[in-house]
């Protein structure tokens, strides 16, 4: 049964149960009704069979035309208290030989034929009947095997099964009604729970998400579904207050390089200066612009990256070939810093060799300048054939990193204190850069950071090369 949509779950409920109920009487109304009507075709029969032996009794007694005077009486005698009983006895020729009163409703004996088992007929008069014949013999010389047709009015029957049906169809009305009364009750108080969930969701807003639906009084089957509600409220507080702190720490970026333009600005205009000096100060504002610019590129490009349209280019990459030639860009600064920067291993994944060496850029850069004087920075590539995976992972030795800080190094603008921030112009965006890189290529990135070294662990899908 389809109900029609944007009703309400209530409705729903009390139309089926009120549809499934009648179904089930009305079911169980046919299957009764059928059964005693099968009852009276075998009591009919019954009644018609024993009839019969009864008057080929009577026949077999009959020796002598004396005795077929005395049939009809002795017949009427056998017969008599069974109303609605019809008999007649023809011999070979047609001719009548008995007949009870009022058999003139069955058919017309040239019509009439041996009829083995009863079956249904409709009398002269319309009459519904039901049929039985039987051959006899006589002992009269000279007659031949009588044919005996037995009837009975199933009047009283139809009387009956005429009441029952008009009984049924009542009741089945009336129970309709009742049924889709109690169902109307019982999808009130069973949705009672739904509306209390329902309520105490409204009463959850954005200065409120702290708050969670009580789990212990909702029934069992819908406990999962509050536990859902719960957890997806979890996400939402954590996703506002993230987005609260983001703001808050954009605001912050920005701030800085537009203060020291309107600084630098309002200063340079203060009095007449030569022309090299305005070039200076804008030297110094095109500084700022260029920080800002990059800030802003970053902000797009991990816009992007929340709405998966950075899909990259798909290639295989041999990312040692890629990690040596972000090495020839940082070898100078490694120099200069006396870190030594050592490969091993090798790898292949599908991807964009352009975002990769930028997120692998990120990474050296940020160990660089995190690496002790004198020590190495290590890129190890591992090929995992039983898992069909590429471990990458880049390692420094250093101060350690806080625990509490790790699970947050990906998020944007955050950074350490500051006694391991060192000097930098980056904006706290280029490990959540590198993080949606990784993701963008199917993989994952872990960072662990114990005993004075410090390692970020890739995992990508392998590949063959071709």
Do not use: C
Request: proline fraction near 4%.
């Amino acid at each position: 049964m389809r109900l029609p949509h944007g009703k309400s779950v209530t409705l729903r409920l009390t139309l089926l149960f009120a549809a499934v109920s009648s179904f089930v009487l009305l079911l169980l109304g046919l299957v009764v009704g059928h059964l005693v009507d099968r009852h009276f075709e075998e009591l009919d029969g019954e009644l018609l069979v024993g009839k019969l032996e009864l008057v080929r009794g009577a026949l077999a007694e009959v020796k002598s035309d004396d005795d077929l005077k005395f049939l009809a009486t002795r017949l009427e005698g056998a017969l008599v208290g069974h109303h609605g009983l019809f008999v007649r006895i023809l011999a070979a020729d047609g001719q009548i030989v008995y007949v009870t009163a009022n058999s003139d409703i069955l058919p017309p004996p040239a019509n009439s034929s041996v009829v083995t088992q009863p079956i249904r007929m409709t009398g002269r008069d319309g009459t519904s009947l039901r049929v039985l014949s039987g051959v006899a013999p006589m002992d009269i010389p000279g007659f031949s095997p009588a044919i005996i047709e037995l009837a009975t009015d199933l009047a009283h029957h139809e009387t009956f099964m005429a009441s029952f049906w008009n009984a049924l169809w009542t009741i089945v009305a009336l129970a309709t009604v009742a049924s889709g009364m109690l169902g109307w009750f019982a999808a009130m108080r069973g949705l009672a729970p739904l509306r209390v969930i329902s309520r105490d969701a409204a009463q959850i807003t954005a200065h409120r998400l702290n708050q969670r639906l009580p789990v212990e009084s909702i029934p069992v089957e819908l406990a999962e579904v509050v536990r859902t509600l719960n957890e997806m409220f979890a996400r939402l507080e954590e996703s506002f207050h993230r987005l609260s702190d983001f703001s808050s720490d954009l605001a912050h970026e920005l701030r800085t390089p537009v203060s020291n333009l309107m600084t630098q600005t309002q200063v340079a205009v203060s009095r007449e200066r030569s022309v090299d000096e305005y070039r200076e100060v804008l030297y110094s504002n095109l500084e700022e612009f260029e920080r800002l610019a990059r800030m802003i590129a970053d902000m797009l490009f991990l816009a992007k990256a929340d709405n998966g349209l950075i899909i990259p280019n798909r290639e295989a990459v041999n990312l040692a070939a890629e990690v040596r030639e972000v090495f020839g860009f940082y070898e100078a600064i490694a120099e200069e810093q006396n870190v030594s920067l050592i490969l091993a291993g090798e790898g292949y994944v599908q991807g964009d060799k352009l975002m990769l060496r930028r997120a692998f850029s990120n990474l050296l850069s940020n160990a660089i300048r995190h690496t002790l004087h004198h020590a190495m920075v290590k890129v190890i590539i591992a090929q995992e054939a039983e898992s069909g995976k590429v471990r990458l992972t880049f390692e420094n030795p250093g101060e350690n990193i806080p625990a509490e800080h790790l699970p947050k190094l990906f998020d944007r603008f955050y950074r350490v204190d500051s006694s391991r921030q060192k000097a930098s112009d980056g904006a706290g965006l280029g490990l959540a850069i590198t993080k949606s890189i990784i993701e963008a290529h199917k993989g994952t990135i872990r960072v662990f950071s114990a005993d004075g070294l410090t390692r970020f662990e890739i995992v990508f899908p392998a590949v063959v090369p071709s």
